[in-house]
């Protein structure tokens, strides 16, 4: 193979990834300038040229003439006058010589150790090129079609023919995947594993709620509504807080959209995680009846020393401020950045009930924390449900509960 094919195969290929000029014709000068290090142990005095448009390649080795008793005629940079007179009779002392070298002189394992380079260098230029286009769009959402389908990640492929990741992790729990499906995700992170680049997508980072809502809602993308925090239990639940600088936008009105119409792209995409879009306030006790809605609270105390935030609701409206599953309560108080206890307001017939803190004695400190989390805050409160409510809205025992149960039960007995 001659210089020729060798630069014109790599220009091609350099053109196709849109790499620039400078860059293709130094890939080219290191490689050429390992060739002749490997011969001549140094390039110190050669000079390369490269026309990568026309496949030329031109190398001159440059040394200076000195007399043939010199003592620098062993120097790499130096050939004796009689040896220099024998590539041109009338050179003499102090002059220089440019002698060209064609490729071929390099022997044909020096040229095809030189396509091998040449070959590696694309190799390690085109996964320089991956990781730089995935890195600048990091946050951003693409489209891929999935290829492969194992137990802990999706392997999808992009446009261009690469391969990207949606570990299980970054799934959202109702997701399901054929081969061939089309998904939309975000680049979650780049990374370079072993020299190769590493693309991960995710399904439920926050941001990707973000983005579908700046495809979605004309005023969000144009900056006319600012996203201000998100919160989300992937598939689950998800609040949104939004605000606008212009009075005359109603920015849950504008991300809602006529009937829905525009939140529920959204919800469809997101394999119909319930979406709670609420209007952000510096009023800290507004902002946290907001974020319990649907939930109706009667009175807010704040512990900002604490960080703990303690709200009292009528009986029927505790089950909404905690939700299914608690994601309502979950999602609220990282949302305001604030733990929310929950407290059941008392009616007249209940103020013979007795505080869960009165039974601290009896009952480990870390069990009613997690009954309060639950908005159980008295005895009566907690003995109007069953076991089987208690197993499904706590994290306690069975045995742990039952335990509860002849506590509190021995307290109205006595």
Known sequence: MDAKVLI????????????????????LEDVFRAMIRKKYETDENFDVTINADKGDLEIFRIREIVDDNSEDIWDFDKISLSEARNIEPDFEVGEEVYEKIELEEFGRRAVMMARQTLIQKIKDLEKDLLFNQYEELVGEIVSAEVYQILGREVLLIDGEGNEL???KGEQIPKDRFRKGDTVRAIVHKVEMVNGNPK??????????????FENEVPEVFDGLITIRKIVREPGERAKVAVESYDDRIDPVGACVGMKGSRIHAIVRELQNENIDVINYTDNLELYVQRALSPAKVSSITVDKDNKRISVYLKPDQVSLAIGKGGYNIRLASRLVGFEIDVFRELSDYEEEDVDLEEFVD???????DELKKTGLDTAKSVLSLTKEDLLRRTELEEETIDEVFKILKQEFEQ
């Open 165 to 167: 990741i949606l570990p």
């Open 199 to 212: 693309i991960i997508l995710s399904r439920t980072s926050p941001i990707f709620l973000e983005r579908l």
């Open 8 to 27: 014109e195969s790599f220009a091609e290929f350099a053109r196709s990834k849109n790499v620039d000029r400078p860059t293709m014709i130094r890939i």
């Open 362 to 368: 009896e009952i480990e400190s870390w069990v009613i």
